[in-house]
């Protein structure tokens, strides 16, 4: 089993940082592992936007990754896969 995990850093001075992860259950590869966790930040990111109060304010989301197979993997995929 693998872990993908992500730490969401809200710009708001007042929001509490999140922890977000999901359990890959089965044998991994770390290109995948990373994968997943770039589309777990996507999800939290877009939770974290509906549940916002200001739905007027634009918010800038930035991810970063230091894999660039899957950062490359994550900008070509042009169908959603569920993970």
Same mark, same amino acid.
């Given at each position: ?5 992500? &730490? ?29 966790? &770039? ?30 197979s899957a950062i490359t993997t994550? &900008?070509?995929?042009?169908?959603? &896969?569920?993970?």
């Amino acid at each position: 089993m693998c872990c993908a995990a992500v &730490i969401i850093l809200p710009l708001d001075t007042e929001a509490k940082e999140m922890e977000v992860f999901e359990v890959i259950p089965r044998i991994t590869d770390s290109i995948e592992a990373e994968i997943t966790a &770039i589309a777990v930040a996507l999800e939290a990111a877009s939770e974290l936007h509906r549940s916002s109060t200001d739905s007027c304010k634009k918010e800038n989301v930035i991810i970063l990754s230091d894999c660039k197979s899957a950062i490359t993997t994550a &900008i070509q995929t042009t169908e959603i &896969i569920p993970y």
